[in-house]
């Protein structure tokens, strides 16, 4: 099981990385935007569900490389702490900010919205490549049964997706105008999730 400092201190990474623009909370803001709330919501939890198929491949990977050696382990999280501190620095670097794209018909009614967002996040590569790089920075293996500790850690960031993604699509339009109205937020949203994920990776690095 889990500690409640791994917990809280995981739950509080995974909120502030959510929040941080980027392409699942941006869509979810542009389908509710141009297509109302209901579809909105829709969209954003099958994105959110979508994130339980990264975090069984997560799972199933934590515990080949267990069984292998902790050394390989140990080599996972190095590679994943460089991975997200190289993602950090290049969030930290953007410029682009937060974006809402309006221009999107009106015709798909919300179940498809849902199994589009499900399909859109469980066959993006690059989150299957973050979660397997985020979630075994905050497994402690001499705390035992790593497996069960990454789909706890997995279950939590799905959950937490599904309440923020819910809410981005409830109250899209009045966020989708704040953006409009502030094209320098998203950029220092930007920085504020580059700054942790170095911080995650660098703490990795210096801690195994």
Do not use: E
Not at 3 to 32: C, E, K, R, W, Y
Not at 102 to 119: E, M, S, Y
Not at 190 to 205: K, V, Y
Request: aromatic share 10%; charged share 10%; hydrophobic share 55%.
């Amino acid at each position: 099981m889990l500690t409640p400092d791994q917990f809280f201190a995981f739950l509080a990474a995974a909120i502030l990385l959510t929040l941080s623009p980027g392409p699942d909370n941006m869509m979810v803001l542009s389908v509710g935007v141009a297509k109302g709330r209901v579809r909105g919501i829709a969209f954003g939890l099958g994105c959110a569900f979508g994130c339980l198929s990264h975090t069984l491949l997560a799972v199933v990977g934590v515990s080949a490389l267990i069984a292998a050696s902790p050394l390989a382990f140990t080599t996972l999280k190095v590679c994943g702490g460089l991975y997200l501190a190289w993602m950090g620095w290049h969030a930290i670097r953007s410029r682009g900010g937060a974006r809402v794209d309006t221009a999107h018909a009106a015709a798909d009614p919300a179940r498809t919205l849902f199994f589009k967002g499900l399909v859109a996040n469980a066959i993006n590569p690059k989150v299957a490549l973050f979660f397997l790089s985020f979630l075994p920075q905050f497994v402690v293996a001499q705390r035992g049964d790593a497996n069960l500790q990454t789909a706890l850690l997995g279950l939590t960031f799905t959950l937490q997706a599904i309440v923020l993604f819910g809410l981005l699509g409830f109250f899209s339009g009045a966020i989708g105008q704040w953006l409009a109205r502030r094209p320098k937020a998203g950029q220092w949203l930007d920085r504020i999730a580059g700054t942790i994920f170095i911080a995650l990776g660098l703490r990795l690095i210096v801690s195994r």
